[in-house]
Each structure stands twice: as structure tokens, then as C-alpha cells.
């Protein structure tokens, strides 16, 4: 049987890359999947290839409101809610004396504000389901590179965020654990150099870069019931770059 069967899920930046990844690994488990994100086209695209298991919202989970719409909305839908994967992100590697402001604000309100409140909302409904939370993280988070300050910064707070409330939500029966991927091939990619990526893949045991779907598989098994006496844990998914 599915490992999923009967299980709800709300994947944020769910349209493209990883998160439409993930999208797709729960519900060729048998799950029933909102996913959200700010362009409406992949969503309606990844929709219409499962009409009978996938719903979106477009939105933004930055603004204000937006986070309580779309769990509400996956309640109305499919009645109930067991996992939540905080997918969506931004990010700008660059010195930051170079980043201005707004892209600064931007940065820590996707990576940060927008996790803790998606998962403040959920709270009630994965109490009720006995469910878990799965946030994606990165490898940044514990490594150091120059430009990184900031994208680092925000997801190494995910990870805080993960097992602070992985202590705090776990008398609820909710787990709550983060994904760490490496360099992974997603529109966040396209935008390195090549020479970047290679040096990537010479760091990286497993001699390649990342794909969705590695990460996809790393948050299916977090989020199912083989993972269920795991909580407050990072995963790195990463060919091995950070051993």
C-alpha cells in the first residue's frame, strides 16, 4: 500500500524544481497534495497532470494573511492536513555589501518569517493528524563560502527553527525535521558559473550535483511513516559534500 494513502499534504514553493519534485514523490505515494507558489503557471500545469490528487494556490507566503489561506484552503479541499513541506525560498549569493535592503528583507521574510508562520498555522490540524513538518534547508547552512552571508544565515535559522520547535511540538505528536541539499539543478542553479558548479562536483563524493528528485526522496522518507521516531534532525542530501 502507498505510504501515504489517505495523507494531505501542503508543499510551499511547490511549481518548479525541488518543490514540484516533492509534489510529485507524495502523490506517486498515494497522497492528496496542495502545493502554493507566486507564478500561477507551473502551478496549473503540475494540477492539471494530477486532477484527481493535486490543488494549488498562488500566493505568496510572505504576505501577510497568505499562509492561513492556503491551510485553510488544503482543510476545505481535502479535509484534513498531515505533512507540510516549507519549500519555498530565496536567495542571492553575492558580497553583501553589494545587496540592497529589498533583497535582504525578501531573502529573510521567504526563508524565515514564511516558515514560522506557514508552520504556526498548521499547528492546529497536524496535532489533530498526528503529522510532521519537513523544511527545506541547505548545506550553506552549516558551510562557509564568501557571497553566502545571508542565504546562510537564513537556513541555518531554518534549522534552528526545526529543532527548537521539534522540542516545542512534539508533546502534539508532530515531528518536525529539515533537508539539507547541496547544489541542486534548479532555476537557483542556472544562475552559477560553471566553473562554480564544477568545483562543487570536485568537493562532492558522489561526482555530480543534485537533482529535484534525489531531494524529493530525502523529504518522502522524513515525511512518512519509516521516519516516525525521527525528529528534530537535518538530513543532508548532498552526494556527500559536507562529509
Same mark, same amino acid.
Given at each position: ?11 510551499? *514553493?511547490?511549481?518548479?524544481? !525541488?518543490?514540484? &519534485? %516533492? ?6 505515494? +498515494? =497522497?492528496? #497534495? ?79 518569517? *514564511?516558515?514560522?508562520?506557514? !508552520?504556526?498555522? &498548521? %499547528? ?6 498526528? +503529522? =510532521?513538518? #519537513? ?87 522524513? &515525511? ?7 525528529? +528534530? ?11
Amino acid at each position: 500500500m502507498p505510504r501515504f494513502s489517505n495523507k494531505v499534504a501542503l508543499v510551499t *514553493g511547490g511549481g518548479t524544481g !525541488i518543490g514540484r &519534485a %516533492i509534489a510529485k514523490a507524495l502523490v506517486a505515494e +498515494g =497522497c492528496k #497534495v496542495v502545493v502554493t507558489g507566486r507564478r500561477e503557471e507551473p502551478l496549473k500545469l503540475l494540477a492539471a497532470e494530477h486532477p484527481d490528487a493535486v490543488r494549488y494556490v498562488t500566493t505568496d507566503v510572505t504576505a501577510k494573511g497568505a499562509p492561513a489561506a492556503a491551510v485553510a484552503f488544503v482543510v476545505e479541499q481535502f479535509g484534513g492536513l498531515n505533512v507540510l513541506v516549507n519549500c519555498a525560498g530565496a536567495g542571492a549569493l553575492a558580497p553583501l555589501l553589494t545587496l540592497d535592503d529589498d533583497t535582504l528583507e525578501q531573502m529573510l521574510a521567504v526563508n524565515t518569517k *514564511g516558515v514560522l508562520i506557514t !508552520i504556526r498555522e &498548521a %499547528i492546529p490540524h497536524l496535532a489533530k493528524s498526528g +503529522g =510532521c513538518v #519537513v523544511n527545506i534547508s541547505s548545506t550553506l547552512a552549516q558551510a562557509n563560502m564568501p557571497g553566502a552571508a545571508a542565504y546562510s544565515g537564513s537556513k541555518a535559522a531554518v534549522e534552528r527553527i526545526t529543532s527548537s520547535l521539534a522540542v516545542e511540538l512534539g508533546p502534539q505528536g508532530i515531528r518536525l525535521n529539515s533537508v539539507a541539499p547541496g547544489l541542486t539543478k534548479s532555476d537557483m542553479s542556472d544562475g552559477v558559473p560553471q566553473e562554480a558548479i564544477d568545483g562543487m562536483i570536485a568537493q562532492t563524493p558522489l561526482g555530480r550535483i543534485g537533482q529535484p528528485e534525489d531531494i524529493a526522496k530525502a523529504v518522502v522518507f522524513l &515525511a512518512s511513516d519509516d521516519a516516525s521516531w525521527i525528529t +528534530g534532525q537535518v538530513l543532508q542530501s548532498s552526494g556527500g559534500l559536507m562529509v
